[in-house]
């Protein structure tokens, strides 16, 4: 997806997304290869956050939250809000090291801890992703249920009966 070299760029307050397999791990850079994340379960992050309630705030270096993954810069909300100022915004990231926080994959994830760091706002693209597909799912399911029921409907009142 990126070069390496596009991957040094970082500037303190960017907000780096990891590529895992099958989801992105969000982190906020604050300068000197470290970045402050949110960390659900044992692990660093996992798919296995789900089964978690609460999470720890970390500040690991950089490379080790990444390990052989792909990341990028993405400050993803820069065209709809104003970053906080970086002094404030490295000041409350860093009070939260440490702290257990309460977690939700769909409310309360990494995307939202390091969007409201940088922004204020609490939000999370995949979530919205997630949601869309559910609904998504749901409507399938009931145009499938709902076409099925009429054919066989259908089927009952054109068939035709052998035996009275």
């Not at 590529?19 to 692990?43: C, K, N, S």
């Not at 709809?80 to 939260?96: F, G, I, Q, V």
């Not at 559910?134 to 009142?157: D, I, Q, W």
Request: glycine share 8%; hydrophobic share 35%; aromatic share 10%.
């Amino acid at each position: 997806i990126l070069s390496k070299e596009h991957q040094h760029k970082q500037k303190v307050g960017d907000l780096i997304e990891v590529f895992r397999p099958g989801y992105q791990h969000w982190a906020i850079y604050v300068g000197d290869g470290y970045v402050i994340h949110l960390t659900a379960g044992a692990g660093s992050s996992s798919l296995m956050s789900v089964l978690y309630d609460s999470a720890l705030v970390k500040k690991e270096r950089l490379s080790d939250v990444v390990g052989n993954d792909v990341y990028r810069v993405n400050n993803l909300l820069d065209d709809e809000y104003e970053p906080r100022d970086t002094n404030l915004l490295l000041k409350k990231a860093h009070s939260l090291v440490g702290q257990t926080l309460p977690f939700s994959v769909f409310s309360r994830n990494c995307e939202h801890f390091v969007t409201d760091l940088r922004y204020g706002k609490s939000t999370s693209s995949q979530v919205a992703v997630i949601g869309g597909l559910a609904v998504l799912g749901v409507g399938l399911l009931a145009l499938t249920t709902g076409l099925f029921s009429k054919s066989e409907k259908r089927s009952k009142t054109n068939s035709v009966h052998f035996f009275d």
